[in-house]
């Protein structure tokens, strides 16, 4: 497997995710390298000339006013990780963890940090073992950079904190004597440029549209199986119905139905029905679906533009000049991910609606999708759940970047709230899964029903993938290990691949 080339240029997001997925090791490039050691010159030269340089010889935050003694520099460093590290709450994934460190090491790459070879060398070293550190989840607000996360992630470096290798937690001073490694003796800067950064909530924000992005396809398989349980048309989803209207994530909705519902016996065998149009949930999936799309793309578009971005502060510029600034601030990672959330909560929205129209008892199909209703509940509770987890979406989805409580004693006066979005946009996630998953059950019950009529093509490859590996329901029983094991389908991409196979999927 070829290492992960971090050098000067600009990343796709999917090329971050593969590197994490496929868990490559990282490298740092020639010209990386000299980008570094010239951005420590310039530092060096700046403090030679007696320059007072943020965080260099002066203290953090308010305490900036402070001017610290030569003595004292490297001790400065090493002080402002172990104050920062107050984070609180679960741990942080392993993959968001992962990406944190990758990011910040692309970061340091770029040459404006001013901070040693050295010291990207160890971070190199502890990554490429794979060693993950104990990064708890809450604690930060965006702003001056994703202080405490970064803080934990960076305690390893100098021996402090515990990580993950190998299945077990350890401590650091263990997994360096494992590494044979010692720690590393901070000096000007180093902890400040590692905790200074937007790298915890970007992290978030690769992980969670990344995700999106193909449950954005999910959510048009579930539709059109959807569609096709409830003997609804097609029409709706003609080339040009949809040319007339611009949206880009609206035609490729579109396209991806018509497409998963072609050569369908159900749809043939009601193509002379009375019905004149079917509900908003059916024929407005392309508008709706759409408009998610196109607002995960802008998210994404956000997002990548920031994860190839320098979030350090102060900056040191290859003339010379040192400027503290406030390249740290995460407020595109929060609107991009507020953004996503939006879309998110209307996925399912829309979803809970087509589930509710399959258990109603319409179209030929029994009350709640079972035989001998009354004495049987079916499925009825299901779409409860689904409603449940809908509303908890809405919540989730109140945007955290119009957020703000000052911080720092004033200095730090207007956060982003970021890690808040990519937080809250995790958990939004889990709970699109379980509700598409739910939708898919149900659909696929509603086929059932239909006298051995085979779906659209795409909708019967799903269809046979479901019911090769969860049966269909003749009395009440209980069906949560099927819905789980519908959400392992999805995870795993099993079921976009399978379709995507053999039908084309935007």
């Not at 030569?70 to 992962?98: W, Y």
């Not at 990554?127 to 970064?150: K, M, R």
């Not at 119905?241 to 909705?253: I, R, T, Y």
């Not at 399978?498 to 999927?505: A, G, M």
Request: proline letters at 3%; a positive charge.
């Amino acid at each position: 497997m070829s290492d992960f080339l971090i050098e000067d240029k600009y990343y796709k997001l999917s090329e971050i995710y593969r590197c994490i997925q496929k868990n490559k090791s990282i490298v740092l490039s020639d010209e990386s390298r000299k980008k570094v050691d010239s951005s420590r010159k310039s530092l060096l030269n700046a403090i030679g000339s007696g320059q007072t340089i943020y965080g260099v010889n002066t203290g953090f935050g308010k305490l900036s006013q402070i001017k610290i003694n030569q003595d004292k520099l490297e001790l400065l460093q090493t002080n402002l990780i172990i104050s920062h590290s107050t984070g609180v709450g679960e741990l942080t994934p392993n993959r968001i963890v992962k990406l944190m460190i990758l990011l910040k090491i692309i970061s340091l790459g770029r040459g404006y940090s001013g901070i040693r070879l050295k010291l990207i060398n160890q971070m190199l070293q502890h990554y490429n073992a794979g060693s993950i550190p104990i990064v708890p989840s809450q604690g930060s607000v965006g702003a001056s950079g994703d202080l405490a996360p970064l803080s934990h992630m960076s305690l390893p470096l100098i021996g402090l904190g515990k990580v993950k290798y190998k299945s077990s937690i350890i401590t650091s001073k263990e997994l360096l004597n494992k590494l044979n490694l010692k720690p590393i003796a901070l000096s000007y800067k180093e902890g400040l440029a590692l905790i200074n950064g937007t790298q915890f909530s970007t992290a978030y924000g690769i992980e969670t549209i990344t995700r999106l992005k193909k449950l954005s396809k999910i959510a048009d398989i579930a539709g059109a199986i959807t569609v096709e349980g409830l003997m609804g048309t097609d029409k709706a989803f003609l080339k040009k119905v949809h040319d007339l209207k611009l949206h880009k994530g609206q035609k490729q909705s579109a396209k991806n139905l018509y497409n998963l519902l072609n050569d369908s016996e159900i749809k043939t065998s009601h193509k002379d029905c009375e019905r004149v149009q079917d509900m908003y949930s059916l024929r407005c999936i392309p508008q709706v679906h759409g408009a998610c799309r196109d607002s995960i793309e802008s998210a994404e578009n956000m997002i990548e533009r920031e994860l190839n971005s320098v979030s350090d502060n102060p900056l040191i510029f290859n003339d010379g000049e040192v400027v503290s600034a406030g390249n740290f601030h995460a407020e595109s990672c929060a609107m991009a991910m507020d953004i996503a959330a939006i879309a998110t909560a209307e996925f399912g929205s829309i979803s809970e609606r087509r589930i509710f129209a399959l258990t109603k008892g319409d179209f030929g199909l029994p009350p709640f999708l079972i035989y001998e209703p009354g004495i049987n509940s079916g499925i009825m509770m299901w779409q409860v759940t689904a409603a449940s987890l809908v509303s908890e979406n809405k919540g989730l989805c109140h945007p955290a970047s119009i957020d703000n409580i000052p911080t720092g004693a004033d200095q730090e006066d207007h956060v982003s709230m970021a890690p808040w979005s990519g937080r809250k946009l995790f958990k939004m996630l889990d709970n699109l899964e379980y509700i598409l998953a739910i939708e898919i059950y149900c659909a696929c019950l509603a086929i059932d029903f239909r006298k051995g009529l085979k779906a659209g093509k795409g909708v019967d490859i799903a269809f046979k993938l479901v019911r090769e590996n969860v049966d269909t329901i003749i009395k009440d029983k209980l069906i949560g290990d099927d819905i789980q094991t519908i959400i392992k389908l999805i995870k795993n991409d099993q079921l976009l691949n399978k379709v995507e196979n053999k039908i084309e999927i935007n």
